[in-house]
């Protein structure tokens, strides 16, 4: 005979949290969301709280209405750490700019960079583009201007730009100071991970 664990885990899976993110991620309501599982929304409300445990037919029909498959609710959220002194050193380009790349090599759909800027970092004295649909640059210390073919907007410490990475466009820093900025990129135009 095979033994039983005496003890129900106390620290179950909270599954709550992500029937809510894809209940509001697809526009529904609560209320709708009752309406159309036939169950009360006080019920749904403290299922999506993890305040109570729905049985599994109950389960199975709320991930069908919201085209969710069961098992994503259980699985482990792939979750991965990059600290600043291990992340690996990239070259894009920048004069005089010491980049590093804060996102994993492997991941596809975004890619985060962090540079610091000596006073004289510049991306090149000709206008560029990135094969991605959108950049996003923030600046955390310093005076950054970013060029394009029809102006030049200065950014501050604290200051971000969002554009289009296809758009032509280059960068300097301005004022004689060193400057950190964090760019962030949709989707990643390449995978070191090669």
């Known amino acids: 005979m095979r033994a039983i664990h005496p003890d129900a885990d106390a620290n179950a899976t909270p599954i709550g949290a992500r029937l809510r993110a894809a209940r509001t991620g697809q526009g529904l309501s609560l209320g709708r969301l009752a ?3 036939g169950l009360s929304k006080g019920f749904l409300s403290r299922v999506e709280r993890d305040e109570t445990s729905p049985s599994v037919a109950t389960l199975v029909q709320l991930c069908q209405v919201l085209s969710l ?8 959220p792939e979750i991965q750490r990059v600290t600043y002194a291990d992340a690996p050193r990239i070259n894009l380009g920048g004069v005089h700019a010491e980049e590093r790349l804060m996102s994993p090599r492997s991941e596809h759909r975004v890619q985060l960079l962090r540079s610091e800027l000596a006073p004289d970092a510049h991306g090149g004295k000709e206008l560029y583009t990135i094969n991605c649909d959108v950049e996003v640059l923030h600046v955390v ?3 950054v201007v970013v060029r394009f073919s029809d102006r030049s907007v200065t950014l501050g410490a604290g200051d971000a730009l969002t554009f ?3 758009e032509p466009h280059t960068w300097y820093v301005d004022g004689g100071r060193p400057a950190s900025v964090v760019w962030v990129i949709v989707p990643a135009p390449w995978s070191g991970s090669a």
């Open 164 to 166: 289009p990475g296809r």
């Open 69 to 76: 498959p069961i098992g994503s609710l259980f699985a482990e």
């Open 141 to 143: 210390k310093g005076t």
């Open 35 to 37: 309406e159309t599982t």
